[in-house]
């Protein structure tokens, strides 16, 4: 499995960035992909998620100002960030889960916990 991330830079507070990852190896009916961020020596934190079947997960802090989406034909995720805010930087991982859990409640939670394989980081950083 390879996940390759792009879009990381440097923005003032209020701008937007795009992320992209490009995922490729993986054959399965049903997985959920996405992003978690992290810095060194902090806990990582789930961001956005988005299932084989287009169910979306954000976590609290940027819901309404951060998109997913899925573009099938390129394996492309990628993720929407505006209203950038200096609390959002942060070096952000592409991450996917083969194996999520079908049959319970499943949130960014499960993600993060579950996540099997992940790319290199792309850095975020927002100035104020």
């Known amino acids: 499995v390879q996940l390759q991330a792009s879009g990381g830079g440097l923005v003032h507070a209020g701008g937007s960035l795009t992320l992209s990852c490009v995922g490729s190896?993986?054959?399965?009916?049903?997985?959920?992909i996405g992003w978690f961020r992290q810095a060194p020596g902090k806990e990582r934190e789930g961001v956005s998620a988005?299932?084989?079947?287009?169910?979306?997960y954000y976590s609290d802090s940027v819901k309404g100002r951060f998109t997913i989406s899925r573009d099938n034909a390129k394996n492309t995720v990628n993720l929407q960030m505006h209203n950038l805010k200096p609390e959002d930087t942060d070096i952000y991982y592409c991450?996917?889960?083969?194996?999520?859990?079908?049959?319970?409640?499943?949130?960014?939670?499960?993600?993060?916990?579950?996540?099997?394989?992940w790319g290199r980081g792309t850095q975020v950083t927002v100035s104020s």
């Open positions: 991450a996917i889960d083969l194996n999520p859990d079908r049959f319970r409640p499943y949130g960014l939670g499960e993600f993060v916990y579950g996540v099997d394989w």
């Open positions: 190896g993986f054959n399965r009916p049903y997985y959920v």
């Open positions: 988005i299932s084989s079947n287009d169910n979306t």
